[in-house]
Protein backbone atom coordinates (compact mmCIF):
# COMPACT_ATOMS: atom_id res chain seq x y z
CA UNK A 1 0.00 0.00 0.00
CA UNK A 2 0.70 3.80 -0.45
CA UNK A 3 -0.18 7.27 0.27
CA UNK A 4 -0.47 9.20 -2.57
CA UNK A 5 -0.58 13.22 -1.78
CA UNK A 6 -3.42 14.95 -3.97
CA UNK A 7 -5.03 18.56 -3.95
CA UNK A 8 -9.03 18.29 -3.59
CA UNK A 9 -10.40 20.81 -5.52
CA UNK A 10 -14.20 22.26 -4.76
CA UNK A 11 -16.66 20.84 -5.55
CA UNK A 12 -15.06 17.72 -3.79
CA UNK A 13 -15.35 14.58 -6.30
CA UNK A 14 -17.98 12.45 -6.55
CA UNK A 15 -16.45 9.31 -5.37
CA UNK A 16 -15.35 11.07 -1.98
CA UNK A 17 -18.48 13.25 -1.01
CA UNK A 18 -20.39 9.78 -1.42
CA UNK A 19 -18.63 8.07 0.93
CA UNK A 20 -18.01 10.82 3.65
CA UNK A 21 -21.56 11.05 3.00
CA UNK A 22 -21.97 7.55 3.92
CA UNK A 23 -19.97 8.25 6.79
CA UNK A 24 -18.01 5.01 6.16
CA UNK A 25 -15.72 4.74 9.20
CA UNK A 26 -15.13 8.66 8.90
CA UNK A 27 -14.00 10.05 11.89
CA UNK A 28 -12.31 13.38 12.46
CA UNK A 29 -14.64 16.24 11.81
CA UNK A 30 -18.12 14.50 11.21
CA UNK A 31 -20.73 16.60 9.84
CA UNK A 32 -18.58 19.82 8.77
CA UNK A 33 -15.97 17.87 6.99
CA UNK A 34 -16.97 19.51 3.95
CA UNK A 35 -15.77 22.68 5.21
CA UNK A 36 -11.76 21.28 6.09
CA UNK A 37 -11.35 19.60 2.64
CA UNK A 38 -10.90 22.01 0.27
CA UNK A 39 -6.69 23.56 0.40
CA UNK A 40 -5.96 20.88 2.84
CA UNK A 41 -3.33 17.81 1.81
CA UNK A 42 -5.60 14.67 1.16
CA UNK A 43 -4.23 11.65 0.67
CA UNK A 44 -5.12 8.47 -1.16
CA UNK A 45 -4.53 5.39 0.32
CA UNK A 46 -3.59 3.12 -3.05
CA UNK A 47 -4.15 -0.68 -2.67
CA UNK A 48 -1.44 -3.18 -4.12
CA UNK A 49 -3.49 -3.03 -7.25
CA UNK A 50 -3.26 0.57 -7.43
CA UNK A 51 -7.28 1.13 -7.20
CA UNK A 52 -8.67 4.04 -4.31
CA UNK A 53 -8.86 1.64 -0.62
CA UNK A 54 -9.72 5.43 0.97
CA UNK A 55 -8.46 8.75 1.95
CA UNK A 56 -6.89 10.05 4.95
CA UNK A 57 -6.32 13.96 5.88
CA UNK A 58 -5.84 16.30 8.65
CA UNK A 59 -7.46 18.89 9.16
CA UNK A 60 -6.49 22.14 11.91
CA UNK A 61 -9.26 23.17 14.00
CA UNK A 62 -10.10 25.88 16.47
CA UNK A 63 -13.24 26.81 18.30
CA UNK A 64 -15.30 25.75 20.79
CA UNK A 65 -16.89 22.52 19.44
CA UNK A 66 -13.62 20.98 19.24
CA UNK A 67 -10.14 19.87 20.74
CA UNK A 68 -8.11 22.89 18.83
CA UNK A 69 -5.09 21.16 17.50
CA UNK A 70 -4.71 18.60 14.41
CA UNK A 71 -7.51 16.04 13.89
CA UNK A 72 -6.80 12.63 12.02
CA UNK A 73 -9.23 11.92 9.68
CA UNK A 74 -9.15 8.36 7.24
CA UNK A 75 -12.41 7.38 5.27
CA UNK A 76 -11.93 3.19 4.46
CA UNK A 77 -13.81 2.42 1.36
CA UNK A 78 -16.00 -0.64 2.22
CA UNK A 79 -14.20 -3.38 0.12
CA UNK A 80 -10.93 -2.31 1.99
CA UNK A 81 -12.61 -2.42 5.37
CA UNK A 82 -10.73 -5.05 7.68
CA UNK A 83 -7.76 -5.69 5.60
CA UNK A 84 -5.12 -3.04 7.25
CA UNK A 85 -6.03 0.20 4.84
CA UNK A 86 -6.94 2.14 8.06
CA UNK A 87 -3.84 1.02 9.92
CA UNK A 88 -1.52 1.89 7.31
CA UNK A 89 -2.94 5.20 6.76
CA UNK A 90 -2.82 5.93 10.54
CA UNK A 91 0.89 4.69 11.01
CA UNK A 92 1.81 6.85 7.80
CA UNK A 93 -0.19 9.56 9.03
CA UNK A 94 1.22 10.28 12.11
CA UNK A 95 4.71 9.46 10.79
CA UNK A 96 4.07 12.95 8.71
CA UNK A 97 2.62 14.47 11.61
CA UNK A 98 6.15 14.14 13.50
CA UNK A 99 7.91 15.12 10.31
CA UNK A 100 6.08 18.55 9.88
CA UNK A 101 6.43 19.04 14.08
CA UNK A 102 2.60 18.03 15.13
CA UNK A 103 2.85 16.94 18.37
CA UNK A 104 -0.62 15.47 19.67
CA UNK A 105 -3.36 14.28 17.15
CA UNK A 106 -7.20 14.28 17.74
CA UNK A 107 -9.78 12.05 15.89
CA UNK A 108 -13.50 11.36 16.65
CA UNK A 109 -15.92 9.03 16.39
CA UNK A 110 -19.20 9.67 15.62
CA UNK A 111 -20.90 6.74 17.34
CA UNK A 112 -21.07 3.77 19.15
CA UNK A 113 -22.84 1.46 16.62
CA UNK A 114 -21.52 -1.73 16.85
CA UNK A 115 -21.07 -2.87 13.23
CA UNK A 116 -18.31 -0.03 12.44
CA UNK A 117 -17.64 3.03 14.91
CA UNK A 118 -17.35 0.91 18.08
CA UNK A 119 -14.79 -0.92 16.11
CA UNK A 120 -13.28 2.04 15.35
CA UNK A 121 -13.17 3.12 18.48
CA UNK A 122 -11.42 0.19 19.89
CA UNK A 123 -9.43 -0.20 17.22
CA UNK A 124 -7.62 3.87 18.18
CA UNK A 125 -7.64 2.68 21.70
CA UNK A 126 -5.30 -0.24 20.73
CA UNK A 127 -3.45 1.99 18.69
CA UNK A 128 -2.47 4.22 21.57
CA UNK A 129 -5.37 6.88 21.62
CA UNK A 130 -7.29 7.89 24.49
CA UNK A 131 -10.43 9.09 24.72
CA UNK A 132 -11.11 12.60 25.97
CA UNK A 133 -13.66 12.21 28.69
CA UNK A 134 -16.76 15.13 30.21
CA UNK A 135 -14.80 17.86 28.12
CA UNK A 136 -18.10 20.14 29.51
CA UNK A 137 -19.15 18.74 32.43
CA UNK A 138 -22.15 16.90 31.24
CA UNK A 139 -21.06 13.00 32.11
CA UNK A 140 -19.17 12.91 35.39
CA UNK A 141 -20.98 9.63 35.98
CA UNK A 142 -18.44 7.99 33.01
CA UNK A 143 -15.61 9.04 35.22
CA UNK A 144 -15.07 5.40 37.16
CA UNK A 145 -15.92 3.38 33.37
CA UNK A 146 -12.83 1.97 31.79
CA UNK A 147 -12.10 3.27 28.70
CA UNK A 148 -13.55 0.61 27.13
CA UNK A 149 -16.54 0.54 28.81
CA UNK A 150 -16.38 4.93 28.42
CA UNK A 151 -16.31 4.39 24.59
CA UNK A 152 -18.92 0.94 24.33
CA UNK A 153 -21.60 2.91 26.53
CA UNK A 154 -20.99 6.56 25.56
CA UNK A 155 -23.29 7.07 22.34
CA UNK A 156 -22.11 10.73 21.66
CA UNK A 157 -18.98 11.52 19.75
CA UNK A 158 -16.16 11.13 21.20
CA UNK A 159 -12.87 12.86 20.45
CA UNK A 160 -9.81 10.88 21.17
CA UNK A 161 -6.07 12.29 21.60
CA UNK A 162 -2.52 10.74 21.08
CA UNK A 163 0.65 12.06 21.43
CA UNK A 164 3.30 11.77 19.10
Not at 93 to 112: D, K, M, P
Amino acid sequence: MKLVPEAVPFPIPPALRELLTAKVLEYGTGGGVYEHLPGNPVWSILLEDDSVGGYAWFAEHRGPHSPEGYHLNIAVLPPAQGAGVGTFALSALESHARSVGITELFCQVNSNAPSGSYRVRRWLLRSGYSPLRDRDGRYSSCAKLSDDEYIRDNPLPVYFRKSL
